[in-house]
T-cell receptor, first 114, second 115 residues
């Protein structure tokens, strides 16, 4: 069974600085998708970034980028120029290309200090 | 607002009562998912529909849980004879799958408290 592990329950960053959130996963499949979702307090979960496993190039979305290491089964999220609005729970998620359900990690709570 | 909506947003009930939640997906999305999220954890998959067909159910979905998606539009999740362990956030997500390309969009959730 596929599992997703986020080893950092909490992280903090100074406003305008850069922070990296870690995620590792376990799978025997070669074709899959990885996601980072953001869940602000009392608000709904929104997609931050996605990565297709068959793509070697790391995905980027404005200030958000990933470091996808397929052999190491690692998928970290880098947030540059952190803003107060980035404070939230961040969930890493995995979906097999053949499957339908997403597997989520336990989340990392990010605090941004002004 | 064309996002995923869920009602009610909060529900408090007594143990043993039945509750029903509703999810309205994004209109052009053919797939709909239900997840459960307990405090301090990530969402856990419960079930999913493609159009009106319920195609997959998690082992987490006990016999007390039932989900429907009549006509392939909105969906309902019913919990019968609620237990305190059912207290959680119930999330709905919808998507449109084109080949293997798919992104799930989440609703705000229904927070259930069973007393």
């Amino acid at each position: 069974a596929q599992t997703v592990t986020q080893s950092q329950p909490e992280m903090s960053v100074q406003e305008a600085e850069t922070v990296t959130l870690s995620c590792t996963y376990d799978t025997s499949e070669s074709d899959y998708y990885l996601f980072w979702y953001k869940q602000p307090p009392s608000r709904q979960m929104i997609l931050v970034i996605r990565q297709e496993a068959y793509k070697q190039q790391n995905a980027t979305e404005n200030r958000f980028s990933v470091n996808f290491q397929k052999a190491a089964k690692s998928f970290s999220l880098k947030i540059s120029d952190s803003q107060l609005g980035d404070a939230a729970m961040y969930f890493c998620a995995y979906r097999s290309a053949r499957g339908n359900d997403m597997r989520f990690g336990a989340g990392t709570r990010l605090t941004v200090k002004p | 607002d064309t996002g995923v909506s869920q009602n009610p947003r909060h529900k408090i009930t007594k143990r043993g009562q039945n509750v029903t939640f509703r999810c309205d997906p994004i209109s052009e999305h053919n797939r709909l998912y239900w997840y459960r999220q307990t405090l301090g954890q990530g969402p856990e998959f419960l079930t999913y529909f493609q159009n009106e067909a319920q195609l997959e159910k998690s082992r987490l979905l006990s016999d007390r849980f039932s989900a429907e998606r009549p006509k392939g539009s909105f969906s309902t999740l019913e919990i019968q004879r609620t237990e305190q362990g059912d207290s959680a956030m119930y999330l709905c997500a919808s998507s449109y799958r084109d080949r293997d390309q798919e992104t799930q969009y989440f609703g705000p959730g229904t927070r259930l408290l069973v007393l």
